[in-house]
Protein backbone atom coordinates (compact mmCIF):
# COMPACT_ATOMS: atom_id res chain seq x y z
CA UNK A 1 0.00 0.00 0.00
CA UNK A 2 1.48 3.42 -0.91
CA UNK A 3 1.70 6.04 1.70
CA UNK A 4 -0.91 9.30 1.49
CA UNK A 5 0.70 12.44 -0.71
CA UNK A 6 -0.67 15.37 0.39
CA UNK A 7 -0.33 16.80 -3.42
CA UNK A 8 -2.25 15.53 -6.21
CA UNK A 9 -0.08 14.00 -9.35
CA UNK A 10 0.80 16.96 -12.26
CA UNK A 11 -2.07 15.57 -14.16
CA UNK A 12 -4.70 16.30 -11.17
CA UNK A 13 -4.81 19.97 -11.47
CA UNK A 14 -7.47 22.59 -12.10
CA UNK A 15 -8.57 25.74 -13.41
CA UNK A 16 -10.54 28.11 -11.31
CA UNK A 17 -12.71 30.72 -13.42
CA UNK A 18 -13.96 33.53 -11.74
CA UNK A 19 -16.73 35.66 -13.01
CA UNK A 20 -18.53 39.28 -12.60
CA UNK A 21 -22.01 37.75 -13.03
CA UNK A 22 -24.48 38.39 -10.30
CA UNK A 23 -27.64 36.75 -10.84
CA UNK A 24 -28.54 37.61 -6.92
CA UNK A 25 -28.28 41.78 -5.59
CA UNK A 26 -26.19 41.21 -2.91
CA UNK A 27 -23.86 39.86 -4.95
CA UNK A 28 -23.13 43.00 -6.16
CA UNK A 29 -21.50 43.93 -3.24
CA UNK A 30 -18.29 41.96 -4.59
CA UNK A 31 -15.85 43.38 -6.26
CA UNK A 32 -16.78 43.75 -10.07
CA UNK A 33 -15.40 40.61 -11.77
CA UNK A 34 -14.95 38.46 -8.78
CA UNK A 35 -18.68 37.51 -7.95
CA UNK A 36 -18.94 33.88 -8.55
CA UNK A 37 -16.74 30.91 -9.27
CA UNK A 38 -16.36 27.65 -10.54
CA UNK A 39 -13.71 24.69 -11.37
CA UNK A 40 -12.89 23.31 -14.65
CA UNK A 41 -11.27 19.77 -15.06
CA UNK A 42 -9.78 17.69 -18.05
CA UNK A 43 -9.18 14.31 -17.64
CA UNK A 44 -6.99 13.50 -20.41
CA UNK A 45 -10.42 12.92 -22.39
CA UNK A 46 -12.82 15.50 -21.63
CA UNK A 47 -13.06 18.96 -19.76
CA UNK A 48 -15.78 18.88 -16.84
CA UNK A 49 -17.29 21.62 -14.82
CA UNK A 50 -18.43 21.97 -11.18
CA UNK A 51 -20.14 25.15 -10.91
CA UNK A 52 -21.84 25.74 -7.52
CA UNK A 53 -25.10 27.59 -7.97
CA UNK A 54 -27.61 29.10 -5.82
CA UNK A 55 -29.75 26.86 -6.03
CA UNK A 56 -27.50 23.59 -7.11
CA UNK A 57 -24.25 22.22 -8.33
CA UNK A 58 -23.82 21.90 -11.78
CA UNK A 59 -21.78 19.04 -13.10
CA UNK A 60 -21.38 19.18 -16.96
CA UNK A 61 -19.13 17.08 -19.29
CA UNK A 62 -18.17 19.33 -22.49
CA UNK A 63 -17.81 17.73 -25.49
CA UNK A 64 -15.08 19.15 -26.84
CA UNK A 65 -11.77 17.41 -28.11
CA UNK A 66 -9.23 17.20 -25.01
CA UNK A 67 -6.72 19.10 -26.79
CA UNK A 68 -9.27 22.43 -26.78
CA UNK A 69 -7.89 25.12 -24.66
CA UNK A 70 -11.01 25.54 -22.81
CA UNK A 71 -9.33 27.68 -20.19
CA UNK A 72 -8.15 30.27 -23.02
CA UNK A 73 -11.15 30.01 -25.04
CA UNK A 74 -12.79 31.52 -21.54
CA UNK A 75 -10.01 33.51 -20.97
CA UNK A 76 -10.60 35.10 -24.43
CA UNK A 77 -14.31 35.45 -23.64
CA UNK A 78 -13.58 38.29 -20.49
CA UNK A 79 -13.17 35.42 -17.63
CA UNK A 80 -10.27 35.10 -15.11
CA UNK A 81 -8.94 31.72 -15.28
CA UNK A 82 -6.54 30.43 -12.38
CA UNK A 83 -4.75 27.06 -12.57
CA UNK A 84 -4.53 25.46 -9.14
CA UNK A 85 -3.13 21.77 -7.76
CA UNK A 86 -5.54 19.37 -6.44
CA UNK A 87 -4.42 18.91 -3.08
CA UNK A 88 -5.27 15.33 -1.63
CA UNK A 89 -5.54 15.91 2.81
CA UNK A 90 -6.02 13.22 4.97
CA UNK A 91 -7.27 16.46 7.77
CA UNK A 92 -11.30 17.53 7.74
CA UNK A 93 -11.36 20.98 6.25
CA UNK A 94 -12.61 23.83 8.07
CA UNK A 95 -16.00 24.37 8.92
CA UNK A 96 -17.42 27.33 6.34
CA UNK A 97 -20.55 28.46 4.77
CA UNK A 98 -21.81 26.62 1.49
CA UNK A 99 -20.90 28.91 -1.18
CA UNK A 100 -18.96 29.02 -4.44
CA UNK A 101 -15.92 29.75 -3.12
CA UNK A 102 -16.39 26.89 -0.49
CA UNK A 103 -17.34 24.56 -3.13
CA UNK A 104 -13.95 25.53 -5.02
CA UNK A 105 -12.30 25.38 -1.85
CA UNK A 106 -13.21 21.39 -1.22
CA UNK A 107 -12.49 20.50 -4.82
CA UNK A 108 -9.03 21.77 -4.80
CA UNK A 109 -9.08 20.40 -0.95
CA UNK A 110 -7.50 24.19 0.33
CA UNK A 111 -8.33 24.91 3.91
CA UNK A 112 -7.68 28.37 4.19
CA UNK A 113 -10.70 29.45 6.80
CA UNK A 114 -10.82 33.05 6.00
CA UNK A 115 -10.80 32.74 2.08
CA UNK A 116 -14.45 33.61 1.85
CA UNK A 117 -15.22 35.66 -1.11
CA UNK A 118 -14.01 35.13 -4.88
CA UNK A 119 -11.20 38.24 -4.89
CA UNK A 120 -9.65 36.77 -1.67
CA UNK A 121 -9.67 33.12 -3.52
CA UNK A 122 -8.14 34.53 -7.09
CA UNK A 123 -5.51 36.60 -4.68
CA UNK A 124 -4.41 33.18 -3.20
CA UNK A 125 -4.21 31.05 -6.35
CA UNK A 126 -2.54 33.77 -8.42
CA UNK A 127 0.06 34.01 -5.98
CA UNK A 128 0.43 30.14 -5.97
CA UNK A 129 -0.38 29.47 -9.59
CA UNK A 130 1.24 26.49 -11.27
Excluded at 28 to 55: E, M, Q
Excluded at 63 to 90: E, M, T
Aim: charge should be positive; aromatic fraction near 12%; charged fraction near 25%.
Amino acid sequence: MSAPQDYATAEERAWVVFSGQADMAWLRVLRPGFRHCYVLLNDGRHWLSIDPLSSHTDVRVHHLPAAFDLPLWLRDRGYKIVSARIQRRRKEAPWGLFTCVEAVKRILGLHKRFIITPWQLYRHLAKHQL
